[in-house]
């Protein structure tokens, strides 16, 4: 449910809980700051939303070029799966449009992980501690209690013949359910006459 914002009677602010407090009971610092943010703020939610505007052209203008250039072979271009590199004439810039998969894991990674338990308390005196520390670090959550699934796949790397190791794998592999994909984009400028490209960074931690 939608709250209505608060009107807020002239010569007063609002504070922190909603309380409203006269101005001049306001500290002058406290009043500047909240100034301050609050064009900040704003500033920020308008290259917010040019960003997206931003994103929206790109991915049409570049989805609209792939299907023109196939349709020059009688091709049709299907869905959205698939990484394209499109390079400007003299070969200076690329753009690099990129989807990756969203992964999780179903149920059948819990018992994966029980037979894999069971193969670590009988592999404890003789599997090599860094092998161990391995297995034990794929399952290991982050803050936020999500498991990295990287790390969880990389599990069915391992060389490792015994059959119940298969079948935890196995396990894993089953598990694995594709929820949805990410599209990217990344912009590159050559260096000079070289062979290497430059990102151009749209990550303002990176500018």
């Known amino acids: 449910m939608t709250q209505a914002a608060t009107t807020i009677p002239t010569g007063y602010m609002q504070d922190a809980r909603g309380r409203l407090i006269r101005e001049e009971m306001v500290k002058p610092i406290d009043r500047t700051r909240d100034q301050i943010v609050g064009e900040l703020v704003a500033l920020a939610k308008r290259q917010s939303q040019a960003l997206a505007e931003f994103k929206k052209r790109v991915f049409g203008d570049a989805e609209a070029f792939i299907?023109?250039?196939?349709?020059?072979?009688?091709?049709?271009?299907?869905?959205?799966?698939?990484n394209v590199t499109l390079f400007s004439f003299d070969g200076r810039y690329k753009v690099q449009i990129a989807r990756a998969e969203n992964i999780t894991f179903d149920e059948r990674l819990q018992a994966a992980k029980v037979m894999i338990d069971e193969l670590l308390a009988e592999w404890t005196l003789g599997a090599r501690p860094e092998l161990q520390a391995i297995i034990q670090g794929a399952f290991e959550t982050d803050k936020e209690g999500n498991l990295n699934t990287g790390r969880i796949l990389s599990l069915r790397r391992l060389d490792i013949q015994d059959p119940r190791w298969k079948k935890a794998m196995y396990a894993i592999s089953d598990s694995v359910q594709v929820?949805?994909?990410?599209?990217?984009?990344?912009?590159?400028?050559?260096?000079?006459?070289?062979e290497e490209y430059r990102p151009i960074s749209l990550d303002i931690a990176k500018i």
């Open 179 to 194: 929820i949805g994909t990410k599209a990217y984009v990344r912009f590159y400028e050559r260096v000079g006459d070289s």
């Open 67 to 82: 299907s023109m250039s196939a349709e020059e072979y009688g091709a049709k271009v299907g869905g959205a799966k698939g």
